[in-house]
């Protein structure tokens, strides 16, 4: 008996044996298998630097992932990765999105959270260009830093708390933001990490202080993370830093600044003219440049070279923005139809989330102002004043002012430090806690007293300024253009006609015997009579055209873009309406008549112009027009006469 259990006993483990290498056998064979229909990773990135076009990236790493079925998470995640950043490259915004979402879902279940950190980071970078809602892509970022956090990958973390610092951009969280970078800073002093992070903790505390309006601070900081990355040599994002500092000059009307910015991004284009979406930003920036400083022509032809080059930019919220700039600039310019059409297409556009408020205000205004609804309009403007006086009490606001001096204290620190290793700057912080209280109260008061007195400031000089400047330009009795204006808007025109190959015609009048009104009626009446001449002209010329007062009952008009015969007939027509109808000024009827001199310049006319300025070429032309109107004097009055080079 005993002998038989031993012989099953020896017989069962025998079995086992077998067993467990059939199993053995079949497990290094299934292992084979997979291993045989997985592709290696390091070769397809290796293959993935070889191929330049992203359509054909795309393919080749569909391809892979046809041939991973039995490959693990990690890696199916990876080449999602590398698909969403080819799909990316290739402006397939929505898709790169959905790989990133699928790499994210298959790296929850790993444990190896790096690559899910950089998951987390591009697709919120993807949220970012498509809505520029920090409600949508910071969760992403959050996420990124919590995992980040928990790594012993130092660069990836100072990325995480980099981006997530534009999350607190607020005056309210200003704060919060500052301290992830202050502790990027932390971390890359201690790793002494490579001039790109740095590079990147810079430009976000730019963007940081230049959302909240220091713009002086933020400048500094977008021009130190531009010399970062010009050691790292990395073209693109210097392209960028010179796209920020470009904003910058201009917040601070440093104009000599933002030329030198605009003349380093047209040097960078030439080096990499592979980047398509390049040409957008730079002529949106050349357009901003010359708004800024009331050149309207130029800087509608920058915008509308930007607007024709939009279609390579991948930044929804950079091509609206050219849209409502470019609607300013065609209200500012007075082509109150173009300014219209252009806000419209503003107002309707994709990336208006995100865009300024008082360039939404502003953009709202022109509409309705071109539809003809001035009272809505002026609702929409005054909303604009309203969001600017805003903007200055955040800017002087003591809680963001206290939190970025005490930021600027740590970057100088180890700024300085960067470049003299042995200096040490601890006597910064000698005193700052002595009477801390006190101090804190007496800036608040100081702050608070600026802020009121910046506002009411601010407000008054841009009412005064525009008061100024419309009774510089205006004549107090008609209402229209003054002598000095009217000059000057004429040399101008003239100088935009010659260049557009397009007739400019000059209509003069003045009122006959004007001086038997004055003896017969008095002064008063006389007055009325000048106004009312103007008011009944007006009717007859286009908006867009101007009608000065430049002599006591001389008046001239400036027709960009008429020819001869119109100029002509829009005369006559002038003539017409005053001398048919008497006028009535408190029950005295006075009839009078005008007398009128036509003037034409065209491409014949400025071929023959010698090199001197529009302002000459425009002092001739009146001068033909003033013989025009005698000839038409001397010849019995109420008439139109043309000038004519035999004359």
């Known amino acids: 008996m005993f002998n038989l259990a031993a012989i099953i006993t020896r017989q069962f483990v025998r079995y086992c044996a077998v067993f467990k290498g059939i199993a053995l056998l079949a497990y290094l064979y299934g292992s084979i298998s997979i291993a045989a229909n997985s592709p290696d990773l390091s070769l397809i990135e290796q293959d993935l630097t070889r191929i330049d076009v992203p359509a054909k990236k795309i393919d080749y790493i569909i391809q892979q992932l046809s041939l991973i079925s039995h490959g693990s998470a990690e890696e199916k995640a990876q080449l999602l990765f590398h698909l969403a950043a080819a799909q990316q490259q290739n402006k397939q915004l929505d898709k790169a999105f959905d790989s990133y979402s699928q790499a994210i879902d298959l790296l929850l279940a790993t444990p190896k959270p790096s690559l899910l950190v950089k998951a987390y980071l591009a697709r919120s970078l993807i949220v970012s260009l498509q809505t520029n809602d920090y409600k949508q892509y910071c969760p992403d970022r959050i996420n990124a830093v919590k995992l980040a956090r928990k790594q012993s990958d130092q660069d990836l973390l100072v990325h995480a708390l980099a981006q997530t610092a534009y999350c607190f951009n607020q005056a309210d969280n200003f704060d919060i933001g500052l301290l992830h970078l202050s502790e990027a800073l932390d971390i890359a002093k201690k790793y002494q990490l490579a001039p790109d992070k740095l590079a990147m903790i810079f430009n976000a505390t730019a963007a940081v202080y230049r959302d909240n309006h220091l713009h002086r601070q933020a400048e500094e900081y977008f021009q130190q993370a531009f010399n970062h990355w010009q050691q790292a040599d990395d073209k693109k994002s210097m392209f960028n830093m010179l796209h920020n500092l470009v904003g910058e000059a201009i917040m601070l009307t440093k104009w000599k600044r933002a030329d030198d910015y605009l003349k380093q991004m047209s040097a960078l284009m030439v080096q990499m003219k592979n980047n398509k979406d390049l040409p957008f930003f730079y002529y949106f920036n050349q357009g901003r440049y010359h708004l800024g400083r009331q050149e309207y022509s130029s800087a509608i032809q920058s915008f509308e070279m930007a607007n024709d080059a939009s279609t390579e930019a991948e930044e929804a919220l950079f091509v609206t923005e050219n849209l409502g700039l470019l609607a300013l600039s065609l209200f500012h310019y007075q082509d109150i139809a173009s300014a219209g059409q252009t806000a419209e297409r503003f107002l309707n556009s994709d990336g208006l989330n995100g865009q300024s408020a008082t360039l939404i205000e502003q953009v709202r205004a022109i509409y309705y102002s071109s539809e003809g609804d001035y009272f809505t309009a002026l609702e929409y403007l005054f909303s604009a004043i309203a969001v600017e006086k805003n903007h200055i009490e955040q800017a002087v606001s003591n809680d963001v002012v206290l939190a970025s001096l005490n930021h600027n204290v740590k970057m100088t620190q180890y700024e300085n430090q960067l470049l003299e290793k042995e200096l040490s700057i601890n006597q910064l912080n000698l005193n700052s806690q002595i009477d801390k209280?006190?101090?804190?109260?007496?800036?608040?008061?100081?702050?608070?007293?600026?802020?009121?007195?910046?506002?009411?400031?601010?407000?008054?000089?841009?009412?005064?300024?525009?008061?100024?400047?419309?009774?510089?330009?205006?004549?107090?009795?008609?209402?229209?253009?003054?002598?000095?204006?009217?000059?000057?808007?004429?040399?101008?025109?003239?100088?935009?006609?010659?260049?557009?190959?397009?007739?400019?015609?000059?209509?003069?009048?003045?009122?006959?015997?004007?001086?038997?009104?004055?003896?017969?009626?008095?002064?008063?009446?006389?007055?009325?009579?000048i106004a009312a001449a103007v008011g009944r002209s007006?009717?007859?010329?286009?908006?867009?055209?101007?009608?000065?007062?430049?002599?006591?009952?001389?008046?001239?008009?400036?027709?960009?873009?008429?020819?001869?015969?119109?100029?002509?007939?829009?005369?006559?027509?002038?003539?017409?309406?005053?001398?048919?109808?008497?006028?009535?000024?408190?029950?005295?009827?006075?009839?009078?008549?005008?007398?009128?001199?036509?003037?034409?310049?065209?491409?014949?006319?400025?071929?023959?112009?010698?090199?001197?300025?529009?302002?000459?070429?425009?002092?001739?032309?009146?001068?033909?027009?003033?013989?025009?109107?005698?000839?038409?004097?001397?010849?019995?009055?109420?008439?139109?006469?043309?000038?004519?080079?035999?004359?």
Request: proline residues 1%; aromatic residues 10%; glycine residues 6%.
């Open 437 to 529: 209280q006190r101090i804190t109260k007496l800036s608040m008061f100081i702050f608070i007293v600026i802020a009121a007195s910046l506002a009411v400031l601010v407000i008054f000089l841009i009412y005064s300024r525009r008061q100024f400047i419309r009774r510089a330009q205006t004549d107090f009795l008609t209402g229209i253009a003054n002598r000095r204006f009217t000059f000057q808007e004429g040399q101008k025109r003239l100088q935009q006609c010659q260049e557009h190959h397009q007739s400019l015609a000059l209509i003069m009048f003045d009122i006959d015997h004007f001086k038997k009104i004055n003896d017969q009626f008095g002064h008063d009446i006389g007055d009325k009579a």
């Open 538 to 647: 007006q009717s007859y010329i286009k908006q867009t055209d101007i009608i000065g007062r430049i002599g006591g009952e001389e008046f001239l008009c400036i027709l960009p873009n008429v020819d001869t015969n119109e100029a002509m007939q829009i005369a006559e027509r002038l003539r017409n309406v005053i001398a048919e109808q008497p006028f009535k000024f408190s029950g005295v009827t006075v009839g009078f008549t005008i007398s009128l001199g036509v003037a034409v310049a065209s491409n014949s006319t400025y071929s023959n112009w010698d090199h001197d300025s529009s302002e000459q070429h425009f002092a001739d032309l009146v001068k033909k027009a003033d013989l025009a109107m005698y000839q038409a004097k001397n010849q019995g009055r109420n008439q139109v006469q043309l000038y004519l080079e035999s004359v």
